[in-house]
């Protein structure tokens, strides 16, 4: 828009070619202190939630581990029928998932969202 204002003014012969080159670098320098602002603001804000969500999770409810005392060691690891969705929305990220995954032996597994 400035270019061809601006350029529109130096063919009209209103502005000369130096003080339109002037102008675009000056407003260049200022666009670019507005975005460095915005960029900072929004470091701060996501900083902020990070503190924010950090005291939220240190001072939530405590997991009690149990005092159970495991008399075997443990063979697998099984998954019956768990389901997931996040709290602010209601769509399952997980739906029934059941499968077992044994220790002693290296696995991976793979899906497609």
Not at 43 to 56: C, E
Not at 91 to 103: A, G, H, V
Request: hydrophobic letters at 40%; proline letters at 2%; charged letters at 15%.
């Amino acid at each position: 828009m400035i270019l061809g204002y601006g350029g529109y003014q130096v063919i009209q012969g209103n502005v000369s070619l130096g003080t339109f080159v002037v102008f675009y670098q000056l407003t260049i320098q200022l666009l670019n202190a507005i975005q460095g602002i915005y960029n900072s603001t929004m470091h701060l804000f996501n900083a902020y939630w990070g503190i924010h969500k950090a005291k939220q999770l240190i001072d939530g409810d405590q997991v009690n581990l149990g005092e159970v005392v495991l008399e075997q060691p443990i063979r697998s690891l099984v998954f019956k029928n768990v389901s997931f969705s996040y709290h602010d929305d209601n769509t399952r990220i997980l739906n029934s998932l059941s499968m077992e995954i044994p220790t002693e032996k290296k696995s991976g597994h793979c899906w497609r969202w």
